[in-house]
């Protein structure tokens, strides 16, 4: 994973010897980001170093109904992940997901996530967050790649695979925002540690009706990978 920081590094030289290591658009400074955490909670426990990426993700969460429990099951999600490590130690940081999200739920339906970041000053395109197969063979495994837009495109270690080991409720309107998470890298080069926070919306309604067709709900949310 430390290769990514190096290219970013490179790319960067001939800007570096100038006064500040301040920030390209497409080579962020992530030195300072530090998440915002709830206290008195333990399940989500920052690194003590810097992140390698600070993103935004704009997209659904998708969910099917349980024919046995009447209640909506996660199926998975889709998002777009802009770079927002450039806005990091601006005024318009704290509430971007919310300006996104604010964009996003009342964006036409022929309007795609990739085009938020660029509404909200956040133009960079880093990639897409997905579900797979997990490695396992079992299940779903959450994925965030890289590889396919970007300065780390066509690079095929660009991505990385993870599992869920802390998990809290939203701290802000849990039953609409979706929980924060962090996770752990099973595969790929790209992170060792993913966190999802600072959520808006993303959960589904509290009941469902068996037979009832999947359904996906718009979210947003700060990503940080270490």
């Not at 430390?2 to 080579?27: I, K, N, T």
């Not at 880093?126 to 890289?146: A, I, N, Q």
């Not at 802000?172 to 993913?194: E, F, R, Y």
Request: with cysteine.
């Amino acid at each position: 994973m430390f290769a990514f920081q190096l290219l970013c590094a490179l790319s960067s030289a001939a800007f570096l010897v100038s006064a500040s290591p301040a920030l390209r658009d497409d080579c962020c400074d992530t030195s300072k980001a530090v998440m915002n955490l709830p206290a008195n909670q333990t399940a989500l426990v920052s690194p003590t170093s810097a992140p390698l990426f600070v993103m935004l993700g704009v997209g659904i969460q998708n969910y099917t109904c349980s024919s046995t429990t009447s209640t909506y099951a996660s199926i998975g999600a889709v998002a777009s992940l802009f770079d927002i490590a450039c806005l990091d130690q601006t005024p318009e940081f704290a509430n971007i997901q919310i300006k996104a999200f604010d964009i996003w739920s009342e964006a036409a339906a022929r309007t795609t996530a990739t085009s938020i970041g660029a509404r909200v000053g956040a133009p960079n395109l880093l990639g897409f967050h997905y579900f797979v197969t997990s490695p396992s063979g079992t299940g779903l495994s959450p994925e965030w790649d890289f590889t396919s837009t970007g300065k780390f495109a066509d690079n095929s270690t660009a991505y990385v695979i993870g599992a869920k080991v802390g998990d809290i409720p939203a701290p802000t309107d849990p039953t609409v925002n979706v929980d924060w998470l962090a996770l752990v890298n099973v595969q790929g080069a790209l992170a060792s540690k993913i966190f999802r926070i600072d959520t808006v919306s993303g959960q589904p309604p509290t009941s469902c009706v068996a037979g009832s067709a999947p359904i996906s709900v718009k979210y947003t949310a700060k990503y940080y990978l270490y």
